[in-house]
């Protein structure tokens, strides 16, 4: 009987296996951003956390978030983006849009709001797996929109490239 019932194990209660490359390449990182005490079923969600580890910004990020988690239990989300500095992107980003202004150094700025687009989406997926820690969800969905709106006018205001051309704007609305 033991044998019957395996063979037709429901896909849903089958291991994943899609994933153990990706998992095999953070596991170095979630060691190092993790304590050793975390238990095995944190440390095997971690893996499933949906970031790009090649984005060097998002990997801060998101390296500081697993460290909090792992050490207070709370995952301060404001004081981690502003101690990397992305409040202040955001901000800026924020006051060019409300006055219409082009904004300094935009691409790298657009860059730094990729990432923190990024960090915001990872943070909620967290909290759904761990929403005493990760409980500044509705903090992340509205600075999701506020990054989202301050990228929009970044892109269509145009921002200048190494050859000086615009992104964006009316160019795009055009093509």
């Known amino acids: 009987d033991a044998l019957l019932f395996c063979a037709r194990t429901p896909h849903w209660a089958t291991i994943d296996t ?24 944190d440390r095997e969600l971690f893996a499933l956390l949906p970031f790009q580890e090649h ?9 500081a978030m697993l460290s ?7 995952v301060e989300l404001l004081q981690i983006l502003g101690a990397h500095g992305y409040l202040a992107d955001l901000a800026r980003a924020i006051e060019a849009r409300e006055n219409r202004r082009t904004l300094e150094r935009a ?3 657009l860059i730094r709001l990729e990432s923190l ?21 509705n903090t992340a969905r509205r600075m999701l929109r506020g990054v989202e ?25 055009t093509a």
Not at 18 to 41: E, G, Q, V
């Open 107 to 109: 691409a790298t700025v």
């Open 55 to 63: 984005d060097a910004h998002l990997t801060a990020l998101v390296r």
């Open 149 to 173: 709106r301050a990228m929009d006018y970044l892109l269509r205001e145009g921002v200048k490239g190494k050859g000086g051309g615009k992104r964006g704007g009316e160019e795009a609305s």
């Open 117 to 137: 687009h990024k960090a915001l989406v990872a943070y909620a997926w967290c909290h759904h797996h761990w929403p005493t820690s990760f409980y500044a969800e």
């Open 18 to 41: 899609s994933d153990t490359a990706k998992r095999a390449r953070l596991a170095p990182f979630i060691d190092a951003s993790t304590r050793s005490s975390s238990p095995p079923s």
């Open 68 to 74: 909090q988690h792992t050490e207070s239990s709370k």
